[in-house]
């Protein structure tokens, strides 16, 4: 067995690492949103690192996800070891070069970080709507549900395939798994060479395309031959389910980690049991085990091998005792009897002549939470004596009723697990530095460590929430932190209009980034936030990162000083180690950056700890401030006041189906209602120098600024201070003109400066 060697890394690094190293040409077309793969291998291969054969691949760098597979299917052909990565209508795009792939029997691996696809609005985010769409193409279709198994799996599919002459997508879910960093059991080069035979990689290259031994392949087929010719691959995919147990087997000799087509975990007289696959079955198995010890009978079926579906592999795994399953999609197939993998276990029961009876139901779309609540609320209903088929979890469906009641207050997660949420913006380095922070727990202590990251659509600007978990065990709790010991609020404006203490235990931190004196932050709080500080009896400690950065000339990146102060409160790490330990992150994050970056944010980290203050939180409230309304305007549409300002708000998940329009057709102009108030400093107009160029107005990414020339005679009652100049030209002669900021919408961002 390899010696075991533990890392901190994230799904999408997991997986790119094993491919790179397990191929010779890769085929790109980067789609960052969900997976980074791409990108990593080709930085890899930039930097020189070899394969386990002691070449670099290759890595090609394609104009669309079309193009990648037609020059993964042209590598194929000349022998080469070839992969590629994508997601979503990426995948979609390369389904015509599948199926020429999988028709000839060519063996590679596709890296799938599993998205939505564009249906009533685009959606950049995790399901299974992409893995569904490509069922029928002829490739095998392995799951992994974790960031441990992203690596592994990545490993059973080259040598499943090599051995098959199957083509493999090796899928997990976008996001929850792509970009979740945990601490995992990291795979070494001598466990790579050995589930990588020699002989059949010359195999596959002896049936290259070459002119020394020519032949005809793509030829034309018609009515007489054609259907012969599909059945001719039979006997290679009945064979498929064994040459993958075979892989599994001879990796958990090597690892000892040993994975089956179809895992069951639970009761061994269960008979309630669920069937999924991806991240929800590391849930749904946390949920079990946590029933089960309070005596309900019930279990969790994890699908890893969704083509080719095996009844009778599928059936052997279940307990005899199993009287429901209930069967967990995370995809939507409009007018189909049921989704894909409840339509494929009603079959297999039927097939292996299961007597049991089986519900399905959709959960998770489009990265939608799936809780241990959910989890156990799909427990529930299978105990019913008419369970609902054909429903959901996670949503308020009001209109067809499909959706199960859910007990928020169900909560599996131990106590001995430390969790911390961080409120930030995009840009503004807090996701970054939490990245930083869970590596340097989970390699520099025994704990075993948790990053996810929530992002929003605006990007840089946009809201972002870090959670972190650290404890004594493997961490598989695969959902977002809802109750949390340590909160850092990195932008004030954030605690002014989001209820970000909502989640925060009795007794729990919060490190709250202020532009205000330590004197003057209590008086500063909305009277709501100073309510919840004094009844959750929160530790409240202040620092103003901004003047902190601004000093060491970081500008607006305060992250590495909130950072040290997260390490000083958690006691994670002895401060001074921690310390140690956060330098050497910045050394390896900003080192490309030269000296001086590294050298301003070690200033930074300096003087973190003696920036930061506690504040001594008063028996009452004194506050007067009221939560910053998420909309604005004089007469707010209802669609705005009662879809938008939740979305604003971070309650969109509670928003009921019958609010949703039936066609994604959404109102326009809805923007101006809201106002974010998230910049720091603001442009101001110096009419004494401005020539009226108007590179200001063209230049704002927000249409911040707008550019006014008027008559004279509407200045009539203007506010004090409002400024104003005679406007230049001649067609403008006798008029007024003005450069006016919506300081309410302005981020901060300076390229007005710039281009002035």
Same mark, same amino acid.
């Given at each position: 067995?390899?010696?075991?060697i533990?890392?901190t890394?994230?799904?999408n690094?997991a997986?790119?690492?094993?491919?790179?190293?397990?191929?010779?040409?890769?085929?790109?077309?980067? %789609?960052?949103?969900?997976t980074?793969?791409?990108?990593l291998?080709?930085?890899?291969s930039a930097?020189g690192q070899k394969?386990?054969?002691?070449?670099?691949?290759?890595?090609?760098?394609?104009?669309?996800? /079309?193009?990648?597979?037609g020059?993964?299917?042209?590598?194929l052909q000349?022998?080469?070891l070839t992969?590629t990565?994508?997601a979503?209508?990426g995948?979609?795009?390369?389904?015509p070069?599948?199926?020429?792939?999988?028709?000839?029997?060519?063996?590679?691996?596709?890296?799938?970080?599993?998205?939505s696809l564009?249906?009533?609005a685009?959606? %950049?985010?995790?399901?299974?709507s992409?893995?569904?769409? @490509?069922?029928g193409?002829?490739?095998?279709?392995?799951?992994?549900?974790s960031?441990?198994e992203?690596?592994?799996?990545?490993?059973?599919?080259q040598?499943?395939t090599?051995e098959?002459r199957v083509p493999?997508?090796?899928?997990?879910?976008?996001?929850?798994t792509?970009?979740?960093v945990?601490?995992?059991?990291?795979?070494s080069d001598?466990?790579l060479?050995?589930?990588?035979?020699d002989?059949?990689v010359q195999?596959?290259?002896a049936?290259?395309?070459? $002119?020394?031994?020519?032949?005809?392949?793509?030829?034309? !087929?018609g009515?007489d031959?054609?259907? !012969?010719?599909?059945e001719?691959v039979?006997?290679?995919?009945?064979q498929?389910?064994?040459? %993958? !147990?075979?892989?599994?087997?001879k990796?958990?000799?090597?690892?000892g980690?040993?994975?089956?087509?179809?895992?069951?975990?639970?009761?061994?007289?269960a008979?309630?049991?669920?069937v999924v696959?991806?991240?929800?079955?590391?849930?749904?198995e946390e949920?079990?085990?946590?029933?089960?010890k309070?005596?309900?009978?019930?279990g969790?079926?994890?699908?890893?091998?969704?083509r080719?579906f095996?009844?009778?592999?599928?059936?052997a795994?279940?307990?005899k005792?199993?009287k429901?399953l209930?069967?967990?999609?995370r995809a939507?197939?409009?007018?189909s009897?049921?989704?894909?993998?409840?339509e494929?276990?009603?079959? +297999?029961?039927?097939?292996?002549?299961?007597?049991v009876?089986?519900?399905?139901?959709?959960?998770g779309?489009?990265?939608?939470e799936f809780t241990?609540?959910?989890?156990?609320a799909?427990?529930?209903?299978?105990?019913?004596?008419?369970?609902?088929n054909?429903?959901?979890?996670?949503?308020?469906?009001d209109?067809?009723?499909?959706s199960l009641?859910?007990? $928020?207050?169900?909560?599996?997660?131990?106590?001995?697990?430390?969790?911390?949420?961080?409120y930030?913006?995009?840009?503004?380095?807090?996701?970054?530095?939490?990245?930083?922070s869970?590596k340097?727990?989970?390699e520099?202590?025994d704990?075993?460590?948790? /990053?996810?990251f929530?992002?929003?659509?605006?990007?840089?600007?946009?809201?972002t929430?870090s959670h972190?978990?650290?404890?004594?065990?493997?961490?598989?709790?695969?959902?977002?932190?809802?109750?949390?010991?340590?909160v850092?609020?990195?932008q004030?404006?954030l605690?002014?209009?989001?209820? @970000?203490? /909502?989640?925060?235990v009795?007794?729990?931190?919060?490190?709250?980034?202020?532009?205000?004196?330590?004197?003057?932050t209590?008086?500063?709080?909305?009277?709501k936030?100073?309510d919840?500080?004094?009844?959750?009896?929160?530790?409240?400690?202040?620092?103003?990162?901004?003047?902190?950065a601004?000093?060491?000339?970081?500008?607006?990146?305060?992250?590495t000083i909130l950072q040290t102060?997260?390490?000083?409160?958690?006691g994670?790490?002895?401060?001074?180690e921690?310390?140690a330990?956060?330098?050497?992150?910045?050394?390896?994050?900003?080192?490309? #950056?030269g000296?001086k970056?590294?050298?301003?944010?070690?200033?930074?980290?300096?003087?973190?700890?003696?920036?930061?203050?506690?504040?001594?939180?008063?028996a009452?409230a004194?506050?007067?401030l009221a939560?910053?309304?998420p909309?604005?305007g004089a007469?707010?549409?209802d669609?705005?006041?009662?879809?938008?300002?939740?979305?604003?708000?971070?309650?969109g998940?509670?928003i009921?189906?019958?609010?949703?329009?039936?066609?994604g057709?959404?109102p326009?102009?809805?923007?101006?209602?809201?106002?974010?108030?998230? +910049?720091?400093?603001?442009p101001?107009?110096?009419?004494?120098?401005? %020539? !009226?160029?108007?590179?200001c +107005?063209?230049?704002?990414?927000?249409?911040?600024? #707008?550019?006014?020339?008027y008559d004279?005679?509407v200045?009539e009652?203007?506010?004090e201070?409002f400024?104003s100049?005679? +406007?230049?030209?001649?067609?403008?002669?006798g008029m007024?003109f003005?450069v006016?900021?919506?300081?309410e919408?302005c981020?901060?961002?300076?390229?007005?400066?710039?281009?002035?």
């Amino acid at each position: 067995m390899a010696e075991r060697i533990m890392t901190t890394i994230d799904g999408n690094t997991a997986c790119a690492t094993v491919a790179h190293k397990t191929n010779e040409v890769i085929a790109i077309y980067p %789609i960052t949103p969900s997976t980074s793969m791409g990108e990593l291998a080709d930085e890899l291969s930039a930097r020189g690192q070899k394969n386990i054969w002691g070449t670099v691949p290759l890595v090609v760098e394609m104009q669309s996800e /079309g193009g990648a597979a037609g020059a993964v299917h042209g590598a194929l052909q000349t022998g080469a070891l070839t992969t590629t990565f994508t997601a979503s209508q990426g995948l979609l795009l390369m389904i015509p070069n599948m199926y020429k792939i999988a028709g000839e029997l060519t063996p590679t691996v596709f890296h799938v970080s599993a998205r939505s696809l564009s249906a009533q609005a685009l959606s %950049i985010f995790g399901d299974h709507s992409d893995i569904a769409a @490509i069922r029928g193409t002829g490739w095998a279709l392995l799951c992994s549900n974790s960031v441990q198994e992203a690596q592994d799996f990545a490993l059973i599919a080259q040598a499943a395939t090599l051995e098959s002459r199957v083509p493999f997508v090796h899928f997990f879910d976008g996001f929850r798994t792509s970009s979740e960093v945990n601490k995992i059991e990291e795979l070494s080069d001598e466990v790579l060479r050995a589930m990588v035979s020699d002989d059949l990689v010359q195999a596959h290259r002896a049936r290259s395309l070459n $002119p020394e031994h020519p032949v005809a392949r793509g030829t034309s !087929q018609g009515p007489d031959v054609y259907f !012969q010719g599909r059945e001719t691959v039979n006997p290679f995919y009945v064979q498929v389910p064994a040459i %993958i !147990q075979k892989a599994m087997d001879k990796f958990a000799a090597l690892t000892g980690r040993q994975y089956h087509l179809y895992d069951y975990v639970g009761a061994p007289d269960a008979e309630r049991v669920i069937v999924v696959m991806g991240s929800g079955a590391e849930v749904t198995e946390e949920t079990a085990h946590f029933l089960m010890k309070q005596g309900e009978k019930v279990g969790l079926l994890k699908v890893h091998m969704f083509r080719p579906f095996n009844p009778a592999l599928l059936a052997a795994a279940l307990p005899k005792t199993v009287k429901k399953l209930a069967v967990l999609d995370r995809a939507k197939e409009p007018g189909s009897v049921g989704e894909p993998l409840y339509e494929d276990c009603v079959t +297999a029961a039927v097939e292996a002549g299961l007597q049991v009876e089986i519900i399905g139901g959709r959960y998770g779309l489009s990265s939608k939470e799936f809780t241990p609540a959910m989890a156990k609320a799909v427990y529930d209903e299978l105990a019913k004596p008419n369970p609902k088929n054909h429903f959901t979890v996670g949503i308020v469906d009001d209109v067809t009723f499909t959706s199960l009641d859910v007990d $928020p207050s169900f909560d599996t997660e131990p106590s001995d697990v430390v969790r911390a949420l961080f409120y930030g913006l995009g840009s503004d380095g807090t996701v970054g530095a939490n990245k930083n922070s869970i590596k340097i727990i989970g390699e520099e202590t025994d704990f075993y460590a948790q /990053g996810y990251f929530e992002y929003d659509a605006k990007k840089s600007g946009g809201n972002t929430v870090s959670h972190l978990r650290f404890g004594p065990r493997p961490i598989r709790h695969a959902c977002l932190v809802t109750s949390a010991n340590f909160v850092g609020c990195h932008q004030f404006s954030l605690i002014e209009q989001f209820d @970000i203490l /909502g989640s925060i235990v009795k007794g729990g931190t919060l490190l709250l980034n202020s532009p205000y004196p330590a004197s003057e932050t209590w008086d500063r709080l909305p009277r709501k936030v100073q309510d919840q500080i004094i009844a959750k009896d929160v530790q409240l400690y202040v620092i103003d990162a901004y003047d902190v950065a601004a000093k060491v000339g970081l500008g607006g990146r305060m992250n590495t000083i909130l950072q040290t102060c997260f390490f000083a409160l958690s006691g994670v790490l002895p401060r001074d180690e921690a310390i140690a330990k956060i330098k050497e992150a910045i050394v390896k994050t900003y080192g490309k #950056r030269g000296q001086k970056v590294i050298d301003m944010n070690f200033a930074g980290v300096d003087q973190a700890l003696a920036n930061m203050h506690q504040i001594k939180v008063p028996a009452a409230a004194s506050g007067t401030l009221a939560m910053r309304p998420p909309v604005k305007g004089a007469a707010v549409p209802d669609f705005v006041a009662n879809v938008t300002a939740r979305m604003i708000l971070r309650e969109g998940d509670s928003i009921p189906v019958s609010a949703m329009p039936v066609d994604g057709t959404f109102p326009v102009g809805t923007t101006q209602y809201e106002k974010r108030f998230i +910049a720091l400093e603001t442009p101001i107009w110096n009419p004494a120098v401005c %020539i !009226q160029c108007g590179k200001c +107005a063209m230049a704002c990414p927000h249409a911040v600024i #707008r550019l006014k020339v008027y008559d004279p005679a509407v200045l009539e009652g203007a506010p004090e201070g409002f400024r104003s100049v005679d +406007a230049r030209g001649r067609e403008f002669a006798g008029m007024k003109f003005t450069v006016q900021e919506s300081i309410e919408d302005c981020t901060g961002c300076g390229l007005c400066v710039e281009a002035c």
